[in-house]
């Protein structure tokens, strides 16, 4: 589909650099730029007789004040750039963010995560997104900037609904893309999930919509999936990885670890993700 309201979700207390780069994205899209400012609460405190204390009470206007004057920074600076805005801004408790997230996300077609970001809230916005809005999330890699407009794509497929589904979502994208690499790793031949050549038959269903796509069957040799993935990214210079969000449970993905618990955590290329 075609892009054309951005989400970027951005922590209060910093958040400058992915302002700029999210403008030069939408600028290069054509796309509105929603912003969102995060300040997450601190936790309250308690006095003596069990009432709240004025010093946490006085943090907490603090805490309000400096997300309003990020707000009216944030607008000026978009001002200059020259592109079509919205700025907004979030006081929240953490265990809300999420569902803050997700329920302005459902207005946009895909949500960017700023990169400069507390951890508690990085996490919870990414699932926010994730899992309450129906939409894609796109995080920026550490060595290349995230872009609409991909030129070389690389699509994670393991035939599962996630991958599907985040096959469907960036058809145009992939349409537009000079080379897409869908890549397999370590696949095995079965009827009831990758058919008897892994990759056939999406590549087929992808060459229909018009796109030229290179199948490539990885063998992880002990690696981790998404050492595989980055790496492979890399070798093809791809400028964004496609991928389905959350195959496990958030739970298992969390205390055992997972493809896209360590994305989120280490996106190396940038990378869209779709639940």
Request: hydrophobic share 45%; with cysteine.
């Amino acid at each position: 589909m075609t892009y054309k309201t951005v989400l970027l979700v951005l922590d209060a207390n910093q958040y400058e650099t992915d302002l700029t780069a999210a403008a030069d994205l939408c600028a290069a899209a054509q796309a509105h730029l929603s912003v969102l400012l995060v300040k997450l609460a601190a936790p309250p405190q308690f006095a003596d007789h069990a009432g709240l204390s004025v010093a946490w009470l006085d943090v907490r206007m603090a805490e309000i004040e400096q997300l309003e004057k990020a707000v009216q920074a944030a607008q000026t600076t978009l001002k200059d750039l020259g592109v079509s805005f919205d700025v907004a801004g979030e006081h929240t408790e953490p265990a809300w963010a999420d569902n803050i997230v997700g329920g302005r996300a459902r207005y946009a077609d895909v949500t960017v995560m700023g990169a400069s970001m507390d951890p508690s809230l990085w996490t919870r916005a990414i699932e926010g997104a994730l899992f309450y809005s129906a939409r894609p999330v796109l995080l920026a890699g550490r060595r290349r900037s995230a872009t609409l407009l991909p030129k070389r794509i690389v699509l994670a497929w393991n035939s599962s609904f996630e991958s599907t589904r985040a096959a469907r979502e960036v058809l145009d994208m992939m349409r537009g893309a000079e080379a897409v690499n869908v890549v397999l790793v370590d696949p095995t031949a079965a009827s009831a999930r990758n058919g008897e050549e892994p990759g056939a038959d999406v590549a087929r269903y992808l060459a229909r919509h018009g796109i030229k796509v290179t199948v490539d069957r990885l063998s992880s040799e002990g690696r981790r999936v998404e050492e595989v993935l980055n790496q492979h990214a890399l070798d093809t210079s791809a400028d964004l990885i496609v991928m389905g969000a959350y195959g496990h449970s958030r739970l298992r993905e969390k205390i055992f670890g997972g493809v896209t618990k360590a994305m989120i955590e280490a996106p190396i290329v940038p990378v869209l993700m779709v639940r």
